[in-house]
């Protein structure tokens, strides 16, 4: 494998048709352009020419040596569009354009049997627990991919992290009219956000940041935000005429704002952790019991998720060119994921382009 030195290398490159790039993060702190052999279909997996990817929240943790659950090096990239290649096995015609789902569940354990693959016993995440689509071509099982000729390029790529938004709202069992409130308003909130007001929810957006408040409120249309800290729970307070909210999200993957979502529950209401971390929380457990409260987990998305979503997205019901807030390629990401981490505005969502 030839390691290569940012965009010049990249362009220079005299690749032959049986190599390609891709991104690998060999340790913290360390990405590299490098020319590793094309994969071949063995005949039972589907080749898919990479055209977009999304950079996540988990790419900058993996990036930063952060991620709980990773070993390096890895080619990163789970938020991904791509294009079947040519000598495709199955139904999917070679040219077809694809989202890609990339939780690669086994079929066959309890989860799975009950429907439910995205919690797979032994599930593997592409760009996680393997390598991702960072480069040029993957091959995946033909479940996993999701016709979406009715999608750019671009936007396929942003479907992944909306589903998993979806699915939290899904897994709420939120109804028209329920007062929402969602903790986080980074991609995943944001996401949970757009398809709890597509449920008819009454959405609140909090968030730490007053800059990333007035982008959703200017470029979002979320009208309701309230910024968290010390005075938070008396805002919502008096917004709700000391109600608080029947269903709330929390996305930040935070310990500390994790455990203060239980204050923002209504009674009779559900809390739904969408973020995730490796730690314990705690709550009151008579406070818990006073409210007759809900605690729901949610894990990634399904493909009725990953449909929900390409159906909003195809009926204009979201601001895609808000979503997107910076712009890549792939021969340049060594150099554009430092400084999207350094920068004062971090991307709501960056996409990289093959």
């Known amino acids: 494998m030839t390691a290569l030195s940012g965009a010049a290398a990249g362009a220079a ?3 032959s048709a049986a190599s390609m790039r891709a991104v690998v993060c060999r340790e913290p702190g360390r990405l590299e352009l490098v020319e590793r052999p094309r994969p071949a279909t063995d ?3 589907v080749p898919v020419d990479i055209r977009a990817v999304g950079i ?6 993996i990036f930063e040596g952060t991620h709980p659950f990773l070993d390096y090096p890895r080619v990163m990239g789970h938020e991904l569009s791509g294009v079947v290649a040519a000598g495709t096995p199955g139904r999917l015609a070679p040219g077809t354009q694809v989202v890609i789902n990339p939780y690669l569940a086994c079929g066959s354990c309890v989860a799975c049997r009950k429907g439910k693959p995205n919690c797979c016993v032994r599930l593997k995440v592409l760009g996680v627990h393997i390598d991702g689509g960072m480069c040029e071509r993957i091959l995946l099982p033909e479940e996993n991919l999701y016709p979406a000729d009715h999608l750019s390029f671009r936007d396929a790529a942003m479907v992944e992290f909306q589903a998993i938004g979806a699915h939290a709202v899904r897994r709420s069992e939120l109804r028209p009219g329920d007062r929402v409130l969602v903790v986080g308003a980074g991609p995943i909130g944001v ?3 757009i398809y709890a007001r597509l449920a008819g929810g009454d959405v609140t957006l909090a968030d730490v940041s007053p800059a990333r408040l007035a982008y959703v409120r200017e470029r979002l249309g979320f009208a309701e935000t309230i910024l968290a800290g010390p005075a938070a729970l008396a805002e919502m307070e008096r917004a709700t005429g000391g109600d608080l909210y029947d269903v709330v999200f929390d996305a930040t993957g935070v310990a500390r704002a994790m455990q203060g979502s239980f204050a923002y529950v209504a009674s009779g209401g559900t809390l739904v952790l969408v ?8 709550f009151s457990d008579s406070e818990f019991h006073r409210r007759e409260m809900t605690i729901r987990a949610t894990r990634n998305a399904t493909r009725q998720d990953f449909e929900t979503v390409m159906a909003a997205m195809a009926q204009g019901l979201v601001a895609m060119d808000a979503l997107n807030t910076h712009t890549g390629t792939l021969d340049a990401l060594p150099e554009s994921m430092p400084a999207w981490l350094r920068s004062e505005t971090p ?6 382009t093959i």
């Open 13 to 15: 490159i005299n690749r």
């Open 43 to 45: 005949g039972a997996l």
């Open 56 to 61: 996540c929240g988990t790419d900058f943790h």
């Open 191 to 193: 996401g949970t956000g």
């Open 275 to 282: 973020g995730v971390l490796k730690a314990d929380i705690t």
């Open 347 to 352: 991307p709501l969502k960056a996409i990289v």
